[in-house]
């Protein structure tokens, strides 16, 4: 990113920062507050509830908003209390990078420019301490407490408006108990564009929207998407009882969990559930478009009913020798399946995954165990891009965002 006039800002001194939970293998810390001088550009911290933080009063009543500005998309925002910047510019229309919205992955790394923002519980893998040092924030965590500058750092993200536009339900299919495939097919497909590994919002008559990965290939006519019915969800209980020939609103594409095809490395996919449907869209366009590197799957159920589409990727694996897919099951042992947490047949398989690019969907337990393990493989914290699905036994605002 260029600088502009006046961003340097000062120097950053963080003080000590507590640990205050552990999910799984990663912790989540929440932020001291850290000093500066001169230009203020300061982060407070923020009491949150399971990574997710408290509603805190962002003015005095009768006073006006902060305003979040936006130098790349050239806008100002007035942003609610207690909302988040990401919130605030999603609402807003503004193509955000992001991808969990719960400070796991890092895709919304931004750097404060200017202004003071209290920032929530997050994963030191999304942002390190020697980032926020440096006057970086993560906006799916951060809520200002003045007027803002901020600037994301993905800088690979168009800046352009997402495209809604009325859809067709042409198949729906059983894959589990739980999961269905949702076949669409758009009003212009040639309007959506998107990169494999990314989402649309998904609008059914009578519920709230949702967000649902695109497991179809770029270049395919119609769009598959994988939908996993939530107990008491409004969205997936409706979409469970659609029927062919019903519309629907799409609005997308978005997500920063992209494929990055021009990455020379290795490829590691790893999925839970539903997170297959981006992982199967960035393998099979790899495949595809003549990717040589070592692309493996890894795809985490908990009993053999869980699986799906194994015949599929067994089929991609006698056809593409580059491929290698690995189910793995954590409730069964035994029984001609690989059994254990998938984070664990990755760290099996595999001493050193340095310059592998590296793609993981699934609940959040199991991409935070597949996060620390390809850390401790040598995968740099760039090439590791998460997507989160958040699980019915998360609060009720991660439940709010499941895909």
Not at 80 to 105: M, N
Request: charged share 20%; proline share 7%.
């Amino acid at each position: 990113m260029t600088k502009q006039e006046g961003s340097l800002g000062p120097w950053i001194r963080p003080l000590p920062f507590d640990v205050s939970a552990s999910i799984f293998l990663l912790t989540f810390h929440s932020l001291e507050p850290l000093q500066l001088q001169q230009h203020r550009r300061e982060v407070h911290t923020m009491n949150a509830h399971q990574g997710f933080p408290e509603p805190i009063p962002t003015q005095p009543d009768g006073l006006n908003l902060p305003l979040l500005k936006l130098p790349q998309v050239e806008r100002r925002i007035s942003v609610p209390q207690g909302l988040t910047l990401l919130s605030a510019a999603l609402e807003a229309g503004v193509p955000y990078p992001h991808s969990c919205t719960s400070g796991r992955c890092g895709a919304c790394k931004s750097r404060l420019v200017e202004g003071e923002v209290t920032l929530g519980k997050h994963s030191p893998f999304a942002l390190t301490d020697e980032e926020r040092a440096g006057g970086l924030i993560l906006a799916c965590r951060a809520v200002p407490a003045t007027d803002v500058t901020v600037a994301w750092l993905d800088e690979t993200v168009p800046a352009g408006r997402t495209a809604r536009q009325e859809a067709t339900v042409i198949a729906v299919e059983h894959m589990t108990d739980d999961i269905r495939l949702v076949r669409l097919e758009f009003r212009d497909r040639s309007t959506f564009r998107f990169a494999a590994g990314q989402y649309l919002r998904l609008e059914v008559e009578g519920a709230p929207a949702r967000q649902y990965s695109m497991a179809s290939r770029p270049d395919e006519e119609l769009v598959d998407l994988h939908v996993r019915a939530v107990p008491g969800g409004r969205t997936s209980s409706r979409i469970m009882s659609l029927q062919v020939g019903a519309r629907v609103a799409v609005e997308g594409p978005a997500g920063s969990a992209y494929l990055r095809d021009a990455h020379p490395g290795p490829i590691v996919a790893i999925a839970g559930g539903s997170g297959l449907a981006p992982a199967k869209s960035i393998v099979e366009t790899s495949l595809n478009s003549g990717m040589e590197v070592p692309v493996h799957l890894y795809f985490g159920a908990r009993t053999e009913r869980d699986l799906y589409l194994v015949e599929h990727f067994q089929a991609l694996m006698r056809r593409f020798r580059n491929f290698t897919f690995f189910p793995v099951l954590s409730r069964v042992q035994g029984a001609g399946w690989r059994s254990g947490y998938v984070s664990a047949a990755v760290a099996e398989d595999h001493d050193d995954l340095a310059g592998a690019k590296a793609y993981v969907a699934g609940p959040p337990a199991m991409v935070d165990a597949s996060l620390s393990v390809l850390i401790d493989r040598g995968v740099s914290a760039r090439d590791i891009h998460a997507d989160v699905f958040f699980t019915p036994e998360e609060t009720t605002i991660q439940r709010e965002q499941a895909r």
